[in-house]
């Protein structure tokens, strides 16, 4: 059955919704007070409606649609539960990767040893992230909404770059000029080679 196989769709209803001003654009200023060194001023689209039920994401209704499953040419390192992937696109930030399970796992039904590596592996990432010559920090985020598969990121803050701080970090990478594409790899090489360096393997598909 495909991911985006047909279904009716109508407004959430319940006592949180129902007290949304849809349509209506609201004030975003509290971002600008909040994040004065990223943002001068903002300005939002209209509020939505909010209709269910949500379209399924990739995987959640035939796993075998899961890109974070099949083999890649972007895998720059995995062991026996996790990956790594990068380079699939360049952007501006010094390194973007995705971390997954290399099964089919979502957070709700992942086993507690899959879970468990990656404490270790999440301090791993960031000491080689911080690796790259320029970069102060590795952030890391979750967002969930574009595959079932279970995804985090990490992402390398470039040294000095206050303007970056925070969650804020993610839309630097789309706004800062793209990096050569040979210091790409570069950083994806330094990257890979540390996490090999504490085990698993470094480009297991390319």
Known sequence: MSDDAAFEQHPADTEYHRGLP????????SLTDGLPWAFEKITMR?????????????????PQNCGSCAPSEFTI??????????????????????????????LEDAPHEVLAAYGPLMQRISQAVKSIPGVARCHFARWNDGSAHL???????PEGMMQGRGAVLAYWDGILPPMAPPMAEEHIRIVAEALAAGGGEAFPTR
Do not use: T, Y
């Not at 995804?151 to 803050?157: D, F, I, N, V």
């Open 22 to 29: 849809i349509g209506e654009v609201l004030d975003a200023s």
């Open 46 to 62: 209209p509020l939505e409606p909010m209709l269910v039920p949500e379209k399924p994401r990739n995987g959640e209704v035939d």
């Open 77 to 106: 390192w995995h062991d026996e539960h996790w990956q790594v992937r990068a380079g699939w696109d360049v952007g501006g930030l010094p390194f973007i990767g995705a971390i997954a399970p290399r099964e089919h796992w979502l």
């Open 151 to 157: 995804h985090l990121w990490a992402m390398g803050r």
